[in-house]
C-alpha cells in the first residue's frame, strides 16, 4: 500500500503561481512513476504532468499536457518521495481538482485532490 498526501492547492489570480506538493509513504518502489492528474467540473480526469525515476536519483523522465507546458514543471525528491508541481502564469481554465498519483508494477495509487482555483 502507499499512501499519498497533497498540499499547496488554494484560490490565486490569473497571472500566478501555486506549488503542489504531494508525499507519498508506504510500499515505495525503487522504479516507479508520480504525477498530477486534474479534473474540472463536469469534464473527464486529465494528466497534468508525470515524472518516472529509477530511484537512483531525483531527476526523471518528464511528460506534459500540451496546455500547461511552458507554465507548470514538475519535479522530484526521491529522498523524500515527494513530487512538487510549480504552476505559473496560471489562467482560469487550470482551476480543478488536482490529484496526485503514484504507479509502480501496474498499480496506481491517487490522493485525496486538491482543489485549485484561478480567478479572472
Known amino acids: 500500500q502507499v499512501q499519498l498526501v497533497e498540499s499547496g492547492g488554494g484560490l490565486v489570480q490569473a497571472g500566478g503561481s501555486l506549488r503542489l506538493s504531494c508525499a507519498a509513504s508506504?510500499?515505495?518502489?525503487?522504479?516507479?512513476?508520480m504525477g498530477w492528474y486534474r479534473q474540472a467540473p463536469g469534464k473527464q480526469r486529465e494528466l497534468v504532468a508525470r515524472i518516472i525515476s529509477s530511484g537512483i536519483t531525483s531527476s526523471g523522465n518528464t511528460n506534459y499536457a500540451d496546455s500547461v507546458k511552458g507554465r507548470f514543471t514538475i519535479s522530484r525528491d526521491n529522498a523524500k518521495n515527494t513530487v512538487y508541481l510549480q504552476m505559473n502564469s496560471l489562467k482560469p481554465e487550470d482551476t480543478a481538482v488536482y490529484y496526485c498519483?503514484?504507479?509502480?508494477?501496474?498499480?496506481?495509487?491517487w490522493g485525496q485532490g486538491t482543489q485549485v482555483t484561478v480567478s479572472s
Open positions: 508506504g510500499s515505495i518502489s525503487r522504479l516507479n512513476a
Open positions: 498519483s503514484y504507479s509502480s508494477i501496474g498499480t496506481t495509487y
